[in-house]
Every structure is written in C-alpha cells, then in structure tokens.
C-alpha cells in the first residue's frame, strides 16, 4: 500500500533542543511539502520540494530546515530559533505542484516543547 | 488578493440532517482550482474532490455533493444523510493556476463539523 509515513505520532522535547521530523513516502511523488497546524489556524506552508536537491521556504520557515537528498525522504528540523515550535506537523506529497494533482498527506506528529 | 474564507467554525447537526459547509473565495485569476479535504481525528487529510474554474458542473459523490458558482465565487460541499462517521475537520483550498514557481494552496481555517447519534 502507498502512502506517506511520518514519525513518530508524538513528540517531546525541551526548550532549546533541536528535533527532526521524519517524513517518508513510496507514492513516487516529485513534490513533498511541511505544513503546520494550530488551532483555529488553518494549514501554513512551511517548506516545499518539487524535485530532489531542491526545496523553496513557504509561509513560515523562520526556525525551520529541511533537506531533500533523495526523493522518498522530506525531514523537518525544527530549530531551537522557532519561537513556538508546539503545534500539529502535517508532511504531504503530490504528484506536480498542488494545482494540477491533489495532496496526499501523512499522519502528523504532534510536537510538544517544554 | 487571494483568499478562503470558511465562515462557519464549528457545525453540530444530529445524524441524518443534511448539512452543507460553505466555501467562499477570492482570487483575480480567471484559472484556479478548487479542493475540499477532510480531516477526521486521526489528523490525516483526505483529499475529497478538485474542481477547475472551467468546469461548473455540479459534483455528487454518494452522500457528499458540491456545489460550485463563480457568480458567488463559493464551492460549498454539502453532506446528504450524515453519520457519525462525517464528523471531521473540513477544509476549502484554492490554487491558481499562474502562480508560477511559487505554487502553493490557499487555506480557509476549515469546519469542524460533529455529528452527533
């Protein structure tokens, strides 16, 4: 079964710390995207990648970084600079840029700083 | 600029009520595209339907319906029937067309819609 896999469900970590959030997927899409969730907020677009060894920042990558060095794998750091790092992670995938194809998204990982 | 706006925060409807969420939008573009996605407790969006400006037609899909008018500029989404199942997070994205490489979707603040038995 296709699909994408992030790790872990749940997240802690002390103030300070830098965490990795692993982002995986087997649907052979080109393009992978970070959103974040808050409450009452909405999807915000983090970073996305349409293709390998490339990444472009979105809405809010201050306190972010990525990396794409091979298709199946989107891992977001999450640095000790983000202010408020608690929040919902949603990874996606698509085929081409969202406006021809639809997102396929992951599970999240709750992140949980203290 | 463009813009989704969701007005209704949170839906409570007791199963079987028909419902509809409303979608209105805002963009200069005259390509765009249009998304519904739905979010249940698990956290994972699903994606449920895409429309393109061009195509008017009104969509049903089983219980889910969509209705798409560009004199309003709204896609609302309709739920026929509703079970408890439906209770989720619904959310309105919109995409243009000529964003050129900065492509990204733009989020209304979703529906959280509860079903109860």
């Known amino acids: 079964d296709g699909g994408i896999t992030q790790s872990p469900k749940y997240l802690f970590r002390k103030e300070g710390q830098n965490v990795t959030l692993s982002c995986e997927q087997n649907?052979?899409?080109?393009?992978m995207y970070w959103y974040r969730q808050d409450p009452g907020q909405g999807l915000r677009l983090i970073y996305y990648s349409q293709i390998v060894n490339d990444f472009q920042k979105g809405d809010i990558a201050e306190g972010y970084s990525v990396s794409r060095e091979k298709k199946e794998s989107f891992p977001l750091t999450v640095t000790s600079a983000q202010k408020n790092p608690t929040a919902f992670y949603l990874c996606?995938?698509?085929?081409?840029?969202?406006?021809?194809?639809?997102?396929?998204f992951g599970n999240g990982t709750r992140l949980t700083v203290t | 600029a463009q813009k989704v706006t969701q007005a209704q925060t949170e839906i409570s409807v007791v199963e079987k009520e028909d419902v509809t969420l409303d979608c209105v939008y805002e963009t200069r573009d005259t390509t765009y595209y249009l998304f519904w996605y739905k979010q249940p407790p698990s956290g994972e969006l699903v994606f449920l339907i895409r429309r393109n400006s061009f195509d008017e037609q009104n969509e049903i899909s089983g219980r889910y319906s969509w209705n798409f008018q560009k004199s309003t500029s709204s896609f609302n989404f309709t739920i026929t029937a509703s079970q408890v199942v439906d209770s989720a997070v619904y959310f309105c994205a919109l995409s243009e067309a000529n964003a050129g490489n900065n492509r990204k979707l733009i989020w209304g603040l979703g529906t959280s819609l509860a079903v109860n038995p």
């Open positions: 649907l052979n899409h080109d393009a």
């Open positions: 996606a995938s698509s085929i081409t840029p969202p406006n021809n194809s639809p997102l396929h």
